[in-house]
């Protein structure tokens, strides 16, 4: 039987941390407790201390970016997958695309930011169905993705793009968008990834992108926020948006009911 000491978070720490956390990249950690202390246990004991307050103390005051990463990795869960919500990305190949485009025909770039893309299959299938709209005229248009998250480690992976793929994934897909890799694993095409550009980004900063965007995809994200956190997402994405611009979220989501967004169908907005 081990003696060895469980480490449990104190009110003082837990609450320390929830403020961090909160203030500096949104998550609301409120009701995690549970969630943090059977997370961070392994990682405070790896770092070599021996309880929460050591461990709190240091990343408060001189934890670095890989410190702050390691602990967003351990307290929010990065999970997603191709075809996500295929709902949403009807809509956008049916109606937002059509009427995008018509607007650009002038200049023919659109403008794309997946934001909150974790491992990358958002982006990328955002590609796959755009290349198949544009068929024949793909390299007429410019459409080359803004693709952000706040964990670098998930960037890593999204970049790498390998990926098992889901038994549902579309067959030409599998011939045109990706190459066969290790085992049962695939690896996204060149000409899908050159399409997305990957930036770290922490959704509490600032939107100062160079162009406002057509299209945002802001998807099972904000169910980590508290809904003063979400609203003032909401009102800085809408400003980073043209007139007539969208922003798509996830089925599990809404907006506030005083949103200045205009519902257009479930889970979809339009400035």
């Given at each position: 039987?081990?003696?060895?000491?469980?480490?449990?978070?104190?009110?003082?720490?837990?609450?320390r941390?929830?403020?961090?956390?909160?203030?500096?990249?949104?998550?609301?950690?409120?009701?995690?407790?549970?969630?943090?202390n059977?997370?961070l246990?392994?990682?405070?004991?790896n770092?070599?201390?021996?309880?929460?307050?050591?461990?709190?103390?240091?990343?408060?005051?001189?934890?670095?970016?890989?410190?702050?990463?390691e602990?967003l990795?351990?307290?929010?869960t990065?999970?997603?997958?191709?075809?996500?919500?295929?709902?949403?990305?009807d809509?956008?190949?049916?109606?937002?695309?059509?009427?995008?485009?018509?607007?650009?025909?002038?200049?023919?770039?659109?403008?794309?930011?997946?934001?909150?893309?974790?491992?990358?299959?958002?982006?990328?299938?955002?590609?796959?169905?755009?290349?198949?709209?544009?068929?024949?005229?793909w390299k007429?248009?410019?459409t080359?993705?803004?693709?952000?998250?706040?964990?670098?480690?998930?960037?890593?992976?999204?970049?790498?793009?390998?990926?098992?793929?889901?038994?549902?994934?579309?067959n030409?897909?599998?011939?045109?968008?990706?190459?066969?890799?290790?085992?049962?694993r695939?690896?996204?095409?060149?000409?899908?990834?050159?399409n997305?550009?990957?930036?770290?980004?922490?959704?509490?900063?600032?939107?100062?992108?160079?162009?406002?965007?057509?299209?945002?995809?802001?998807?099972?994200?904000?169910?980590y926020?508290?809904?003063?956190?979400?609203?003032?997402?909401?009102?800085?994405?809408?400003?980073?948006?043209?007139?007539?611009?969208?922003?798509?979220?996830?089925?599990?989501?809404n907006?506030?009911p005083d949103?200045?967004?205009?519902?257009?169908?479930?889970a979809?907005?339009?400035?």
């Open positions: 039987m081990s003696n060895e000491k469980e480490i449990l978070i104190s009110d003082a720490d837990f609450n941390m929830v403020k961090f956390v909160q203030s500096n990249y949104g998550i609301d950690l409120h009701a995690k407790r549970q969630l943090i059977s997370r246990a392994g990682v405070i004991k770092k070599g201390y021996d309880d929460f307050k050591s461990y709190v103390d240091y990343l408060l005051t001189k934890g670095s970016g890989d410190d702050i990463n602990l990795s351990k307290l929010t990065n999970y997603t997958y191709f075809q996500r919500e295929t709902e949403s990305f809509y956008f190949v049916k109606k937002i695309l059509p009427e995008t485009t018509a607007k650009h025909k002038r200049d023919k770039i659109l403008s794309i930011w997946s934001a909150a893309c974790s491992s990358g299959e958002e982006p990328y299938n955002v590609t796959m169905y755009m290349m198949d709209y544009f068929g024949a005229h007429e248009w410019d080359r993705m803004l693709a952000t998250d706040l964990s670098v480690d998930v960037l890593a992976k999204a970049q790498r793009g390998v990926y098992q793929l889901p038994d549902n994934m579309p030409h897909w599998k011939r045109e968008y990706f190459k066969p890799a290790t085992g049962d695939y690896q996204i095409a060149p000409k899908v990834k050159e997305v550009i990957f930036r770290q980004f922490n959704l509490m900063d600032p939107i100062q992108f160079k162009r406002k965007f057509d299209v945002i995809f802001c998807r099972n994200v904000m169910i926020f508290d809904q003063p956190t979400k609203t003032a997402l909401i009102n800085r994405m809408y400003d980073a948006t043209v007139p007539g611009g969208y922003l798509i979220i996830s089925l599990s989501e907006l506030p949103t200045k967004w205009k519902r257009c169908t479930s979809i907005f339009q400035k």
